[in-house]
């Protein structure tokens, strides 16, 4: 595959053209985040830093993620099936408590030749 095949920018035409699902819109400080999301027994962190060139923006060295890749592999270890009555809220109340104050936690695009992106 040859990079003219490859849609780099898939988002630019949407949001540009007020094609973009109105919820992925308002939430555009979600795009930014960088910390765990949560679904339920799933939490995957989220390092906007590492899909740039997605959303236009030249492609940079990404920062390192701020969890011990131990702690990663841990969470991608658990299922539902084996623990079926857990309170997951309650087992995950850092991560929960993270997501919830999104805003404290948005990644800051570093300037590219005097220039902020």
């Not at 939490?43 to 830093?49: I, L, S």
């Not at 990663?72 to 270890?77: P, R, V």
Request: proline fraction near 8%; aromatic fraction near 12%.
């Amino acid at each position: 595959m040859g990079e003219t095949q490859v849609s780099w920018a898939p988002y630019h035409e949407l949001y540009t053209e007020g094609r973009m699902p109105e919820i992925v819109a308002d939430d555009h400080e979600m795009w930014l985040y960088r910390g765990p999301l949560v679904c339920f027994w799933i939490v995957e962190h989220h390092y906007p830093d590492r899909v740039l060139r997605q959303f236009r923006y030249p492609t940079l060295i990404p920062a390192d993620p701020n969890v011990l890749r131990s702690v990663i592999m841990s969470l991608h270890g658990i299922t539902h099936g084996n623990h079926p009555n857990k309170d997951w809220s309650e087992h995950h109340s850092e991560h929960y408590n993270r997501a919830e104050n999104m805003s404290a936690h948005l990644w800051q695009m570093p300037k590219v030749d005097g220039m902020q992106l």
